[in-house]
Protein backbone atom coordinates (compact mmCIF):
# COMPACT_ATOMS: atom_id res chain seq x y z
CA UNK A 1 0.00 0.00 0.00
CA UNK A 2 2.79 2.12 0.45
CA UNK A 3 3.08 2.89 -3.39
CA UNK A 4 -0.07 2.54 -4.23
CA UNK A 5 -1.70 5.93 -5.89
CA UNK A 6 -2.00 9.16 -3.80
CA UNK A 7 -0.93 10.84 -0.59
CA UNK A 8 0.63 8.98 2.38
CA UNK A 9 2.26 9.85 5.37
CA UNK A 10 4.12 8.42 8.50
CA UNK A 11 5.58 9.79 11.66
CA UNK A 12 8.49 9.87 12.84
CA UNK A 13 10.22 11.59 16.05
CA UNK A 14 6.63 12.69 16.34
CA UNK A 15 7.20 15.01 12.86
CA UNK A 16 4.41 14.17 10.02
CA UNK A 17 6.21 13.34 6.86
CA UNK A 18 4.06 13.36 3.64
CA UNK A 19 4.65 11.42 0.57
CA UNK A 20 2.45 11.84 -2.97
CA UNK A 21 2.51 8.26 -5.46
CA UNK A 22 1.99 8.99 -9.09
CA UNK A 23 2.57 6.57 -12.30
CA UNK A 24 3.64 3.10 -12.63
CA UNK A 25 7.06 1.37 -13.16
CA UNK A 26 10.51 1.65 -11.58
CA UNK A 27 10.88 3.71 -8.55
CA UNK A 28 11.81 7.31 -8.17
CA UNK A 29 11.82 9.51 -5.38
CA UNK A 30 11.43 12.99 -5.93
CA UNK A 31 12.83 15.61 -3.71
CA UNK A 32 11.42 19.17 -4.58
CA UNK A 33 13.77 22.37 -3.70
CA UNK A 34 13.92 25.96 -2.02
CA UNK A 35 14.14 24.59 0.79
CA UNK A 36 10.29 25.64 1.48
CA UNK A 37 8.87 25.35 -2.35
CA UNK A 38 5.97 23.13 -2.27
CA UNK A 39 5.85 19.66 -3.78
CA UNK A 40 3.89 20.12 -6.60
CA UNK A 41 5.40 22.58 -9.04
CA UNK A 42 7.51 18.98 -9.66
CA UNK A 43 4.81 17.26 -10.90
CA UNK A 44 6.75 15.14 -14.03
CA UNK A 45 3.27 13.95 -15.93
CA UNK A 46 5.18 12.40 -19.09
CA UNK A 47 7.78 10.52 -16.42
CA UNK A 48 4.93 9.13 -14.18
CA UNK A 49 3.85 7.27 -17.67
CA UNK A 50 7.40 5.22 -17.41
CA UNK A 51 8.05 5.54 -13.79
CA UNK A 52 6.36 5.38 -10.13
CA UNK A 53 7.37 8.74 -8.90
CA UNK A 54 7.22 9.51 -5.48
CA UNK A 55 7.07 13.12 -4.33
CA UNK A 56 8.51 14.09 -1.16
CA UNK A 57 6.89 16.60 0.88
CA UNK A 58 9.42 18.01 3.01
CA UNK A 59 9.39 18.18 6.59
CA UNK A 60 8.69 21.77 7.63
CA UNK A 61 7.15 22.53 4.20
CA UNK A 62 3.28 22.51 3.22
CA UNK A 63 1.42 19.86 5.16
CA UNK A 64 4.33 17.72 6.27
CA UNK A 65 5.01 18.17 10.25
CA UNK A 66 7.11 20.92 11.68
CA UNK A 67 10.01 20.80 13.83
CA UNK A 68 10.02 21.38 17.52
CA UNK A 69 12.92 24.18 15.90
CA UNK A 70 10.56 25.50 13.47
CA UNK A 71 11.45 27.38 10.67
CA UNK A 72 14.97 26.23 11.63
CA UNK A 73 16.76 22.80 12.12
CA UNK A 74 15.92 21.43 8.12
CA UNK A 75 19.42 20.27 7.66
CA UNK A 76 20.64 17.96 4.95
CA UNK A 77 21.28 15.17 7.47
CA UNK A 78 17.94 15.40 9.33
CA UNK A 79 16.19 15.69 5.22
CA UNK A 80 18.12 12.48 4.72
CA UNK A 81 17.10 10.31 7.68
CA UNK A 82 13.16 11.36 6.98
CA UNK A 83 14.58 9.70 3.53
CA UNK A 84 15.50 6.71 4.98
CA UNK A 85 12.41 5.71 6.71
CA UNK A 86 10.46 6.24 3.66
CA UNK A 87 12.13 4.46 1.10
CA UNK A 88 12.52 1.62 3.95
CA UNK A 89 8.59 2.02 3.58
CA UNK A 90 8.55 1.33 -0.10
CA UNK A 91 9.76 -2.36 -0.02
CA UNK A 92 11.32 -2.29 -3.17
CA UNK A 93 14.98 -3.17 -3.80
CA UNK A 94 16.16 0.37 -4.33
CA UNK A 95 14.94 3.42 -6.33
CA UNK A 96 15.97 6.11 -8.43
CA UNK A 97 16.83 9.42 -6.30
CA UNK A 98 16.20 12.65 -8.11
CA UNK A 99 16.49 16.22 -6.50
CA UNK A 100 15.82 19.36 -7.79
CA UNK A 101 17.66 22.46 -6.76
CA UNK A 102 17.75 22.28 -3.09
CA UNK A 103 16.27 18.82 -3.17
CA UNK A 104 19.48 18.24 -5.30
CA UNK A 105 22.19 19.29 -2.63
CA UNK A 106 19.93 16.75 -0.27
CA UNK A 107 20.02 14.14 -2.75
CA UNK A 108 23.69 14.44 -3.26
CA UNK A 109 23.94 14.09 0.55
CA UNK A 110 21.78 11.10 1.15
CA UNK A 111 24.23 9.28 -1.94
CA UNK A 112 26.95 10.01 -0.33
CA UNK A 113 25.90 8.77 3.23
CA UNK A 114 23.14 6.13 2.96
CA UNK A 115 23.41 4.90 -0.60
CA UNK A 116 22.27 1.24 0.40
CA UNK A 117 18.61 1.90 -0.76
CA UNK A 118 19.90 3.50 -4.15
CA UNK A 119 20.06 2.41 -7.52
CA UNK A 120 20.95 5.74 -8.88
CA UNK A 121 20.75 9.58 -8.59
CA UNK A 122 20.10 12.50 -10.56
CA UNK A 123 20.91 15.77 -9.15
CA UNK A 124 18.80 18.43 -11.56
CA UNK A 125 19.76 21.57 -11.02
CA UNK A 126 22.31 21.80 -8.49
CA UNK A 127 25.59 22.36 -7.06
CA UNK A 128 28.81 21.35 -5.20
CA UNK A 129 28.69 24.14 -2.69
CA UNK A 130 26.58 26.96 -0.82
CA UNK A 131 27.83 30.08 0.39
CA UNK A 132 29.75 33.13 -0.97
CA UNK A 133 31.00 31.53 -3.80
CA UNK A 134 27.72 30.13 -5.38
CA UNK A 135 25.97 33.14 -4.07
CA UNK A 136 28.78 35.54 -6.61
CA UNK A 137 27.76 33.23 -9.55
CA UNK A 138 24.71 33.10 -9.25
CA UNK A 139 24.54 37.02 -9.48
CA UNK A 140 26.99 37.17 -12.38
CA UNK A 141 24.15 35.09 -13.67
CA UNK A 142 21.33 37.21 -12.88
CA UNK A 143 23.18 39.96 -14.46
CA UNK A 144 23.25 38.26 -17.51
CA UNK A 145 19.79 38.10 -17.58
CA UNK A 146 18.88 41.45 -16.31
CA UNK A 147 20.87 42.43 -19.59
CA UNK A 148 19.38 40.10 -21.92
CA UNK A 149 16.05 41.70 -20.73
CA UNK A 150 17.17 45.00 -20.52
CA UNK A 151 13.96 47.28 -20.58
CA UNK A 152 11.99 44.97 -20.57
CA UNK A 153 8.45 46.32 -17.71
CA UNK A 154 8.37 42.61 -16.13
CA UNK A 155 12.48 43.11 -15.32
CA UNK A 156 12.40 45.69 -11.94
CA UNK A 157 9.96 43.29 -10.46
CA UNK A 158 11.97 40.46 -10.55
CA UNK A 159 15.39 42.28 -9.46
CA UNK A 160 13.09 43.84 -6.40
CA UNK A 161 12.36 39.90 -5.67
CA UNK A 162 16.10 39.20 -5.64
CA UNK A 163 16.63 42.32 -3.41
CA UNK A 164 13.98 40.85 -1.17
CA UNK A 165 15.21 37.02 -0.50
CA UNK A 166 17.45 38.57 2.37
CA UNK A 167 14.35 39.84 4.40
CA UNK A 168 12.87 36.94 3.59
CA UNK A 169 11.27 36.24 7.72
CA UNK A 170 7.88 34.11 7.24
CA UNK A 171 5.38 32.06 4.38
CA UNK A 172 3.72 35.27 2.66
CA UNK A 173 7.57 36.88 1.81
CA UNK A 174 8.65 33.26 1.07
CA UNK A 175 5.96 32.72 -1.84
CA UNK A 176 6.55 36.74 -2.76
CA UNK A 177 9.87 35.96 -3.60
CA UNK A 178 9.12 32.78 -4.77
CA UNK A 179 7.05 33.76 -7.41
CA UNK A 180 8.69 37.19 -7.89
CA UNK A 181 11.62 35.86 -9.28
CA UNK A 182 10.67 33.34 -11.28
CA UNK A 183 10.63 34.88 -14.64
CA UNK A 184 14.49 34.50 -14.53
CA UNK A 185 14.35 30.61 -13.87
CA UNK A 186 12.76 30.06 -17.53
CA UNK A 187 15.06 30.41 -20.49
CA UNK A 188 12.32 32.33 -22.19
CA UNK A 189 9.31 33.41 -19.21
CA UNK A 190 7.79 36.22 -21.39
CA UNK A 191 8.03 35.46 -24.25
CA UNK A 192 5.77 32.02 -23.58
CA UNK A 193 4.23 34.30 -20.39
CA UNK A 194 0.64 32.61 -21.25
CA UNK A 195 1.98 29.25 -20.67
CA UNK A 196 4.23 29.95 -17.72
CA UNK A 197 2.31 32.76 -15.82
CA UNK A 198 -0.47 29.74 -14.30
CA UNK A 199 3.04 27.90 -13.23
CA UNK A 200 3.96 30.76 -11.41
CA UNK A 201 0.42 31.68 -9.69
CA UNK A 202 1.00 28.26 -8.39
CA UNK A 203 3.93 28.43 -6.57
CA UNK A 204 3.31 27.87 -2.94
CA UNK A 205 6.06 27.89 -0.31
CA UNK A 206 7.17 27.79 3.68
CA UNK A 207 9.49 30.08 5.08
CA UNK A 208 12.58 27.68 6.13
CA UNK A 209 15.45 29.33 6.86
CA UNK A 210 18.55 27.71 6.45
CA UNK A 211 19.91 27.26 9.91
CA UNK A 212 20.27 24.63 11.82
CA UNK A 213 18.53 24.25 15.42
CA UNK A 214 21.59 25.91 16.90
CA UNK A 215 20.84 28.96 14.09
CA UNK A 216 23.97 27.87 12.49
CA UNK A 217 24.07 28.18 8.33
CA UNK A 218 23.86 24.29 6.89
CA UNK A 219 26.63 25.17 4.71
CA UNK A 220 27.61 23.24 1.55
CA UNK A 221 30.84 21.83 0.15
CA UNK A 222 30.46 18.58 -1.41
CA UNK A 223 33.95 18.86 -3.69
CA UNK A 224 36.06 16.55 -1.77
CA UNK A 225 33.17 13.97 -1.37
CA UNK A 226 31.17 13.27 -4.44
CA UNK A 227 35.19 12.11 -5.82
CA UNK A 228 34.41 9.30 -4.00
CA UNK A 229 30.37 8.91 -4.78
CA UNK A 230 29.58 5.48 -5.87
CA UNK A 231 26.09 5.71 -6.96
CA UNK A 232 25.36 5.87 -10.45
CA UNK A 233 24.48 9.80 -11.40
CA UNK A 234 23.16 11.28 -13.57
CA UNK A 235 23.50 15.35 -13.39
CA UNK A 236 21.05 17.86 -15.41
CA UNK A 237 21.11 21.03 -15.50
CA UNK A 238 19.82 24.27 -18.23
CA UNK A 239 21.77 26.50 -19.74
CA UNK A 240 19.85 29.52 -18.75
CA UNK A 241 19.87 28.43 -15.20
CA UNK A 242 20.47 31.89 -12.99
CA UNK A 243 20.62 29.65 -9.69
CA UNK A 244 22.27 26.94 -9.90
CA UNK A 245 23.88 27.39 -13.82
CA UNK A 246 26.72 25.20 -15.90
CA UNK A 247 29.34 26.11 -14.31
CA UNK A 248 28.05 23.96 -11.12
CA UNK A 249 26.65 21.00 -13.12
CA UNK A 250 29.84 20.75 -15.22
CA UNK A 251 31.92 20.34 -11.55
CA UNK A 252 29.66 17.60 -10.16
CA UNK A 253 30.16 15.91 -13.79
CA UNK A 254 33.83 16.08 -13.27
CA UNK A 255 33.95 15.16 -9.79
CA UNK A 256 31.89 12.11 -9.56
CA UNK A 257 33.32 8.68 -11.37
CA UNK A 258 31.48 8.27 -14.26
CA UNK A 259 29.02 10.22 -14.19
CA UNK A 260 26.53 11.91 -16.87
CA UNK A 261 25.78 15.25 -17.84
CA UNK A 262 22.61 16.15 -20.14
CA UNK A 263 22.74 19.61 -20.35
CA UNK A 264 19.01 20.97 -21.81
CA UNK A 265 19.71 23.92 -24.16
CA UNK A 266 16.33 25.91 -23.88
CA UNK A 267 15.92 26.02 -20.28
CA UNK A 268 16.33 27.85 -17.01
CA UNK A 269 15.75 26.44 -13.41
CA UNK A 270 12.68 24.26 -14.59
CA UNK A 271 13.39 21.81 -17.71
CA UNK A 272 10.88 19.49 -16.72
CA UNK A 273 8.44 22.48 -17.37
CA UNK A 274 10.80 23.75 -20.10
CA UNK A 275 11.88 20.43 -22.27
CA UNK A 276 9.71 17.84 -21.04
CA UNK A 277 10.40 15.13 -23.47
CA UNK A 278 14.03 15.62 -23.79
CA UNK A 279 14.37 16.02 -19.73
CA UNK A 280 12.09 13.26 -19.41
CA UNK A 281 14.05 10.90 -22.00
CA UNK A 282 17.44 11.52 -20.21
CA UNK A 283 15.59 10.25 -16.85
CA UNK A 284 13.85 7.04 -18.84
CA UNK A 285 17.44 6.22 -20.28
CA UNK A 286 19.09 6.81 -17.07
CA UNK A 287 16.93 4.80 -15.08
CA UNK A 288 16.31 1.74 -17.61
CA UNK A 289 20.32 1.60 -17.38
CA UNK A 290 20.71 1.31 -13.84
CA UNK A 291 18.14 -0.96 -12.62
CA UNK A 292 17.15 -1.97 -9.06
CA UNK A 293 18.81 -4.79 -7.35
CA UNK A 294 22.62 -3.76 -9.74
CA UNK A 295 25.55 -3.57 -7.21
CA UNK A 296 27.74 -0.67 -6.86
CA UNK A 297 30.85 -0.65 -5.93
CA UNK A 298 33.76 1.46 -5.17
CA UNK A 299 36.01 2.59 -7.91
Request: hydrophobic fraction near 40%.
Amino acid sequence: MALSSGTHSFTLGGVTQRYHVHGTGPVCVALSGGPGIHWEYLRMPLLEQHLTMVYVEPIGTGDSGRLPSHPHGYTRDRYSRFLEVLISRLDVPAVHLLGHSHGAFVAAYHALHRSEQLAGVILYDGAPVTGPEHGEEAGRRVQEFAARYAGHPGLDGVLAAFGAMSRISDDASTEAVARGVLPSYFAHYWENEERYAPFRDAVRATFISGLDEYLAPDLIDDRVALKGLTVPALVIVGRYDVICGPRWSQEMYELIPDARLVVLEDSGHMGHIEEPEVFGAAVRAFVQETPAGAEHEAP
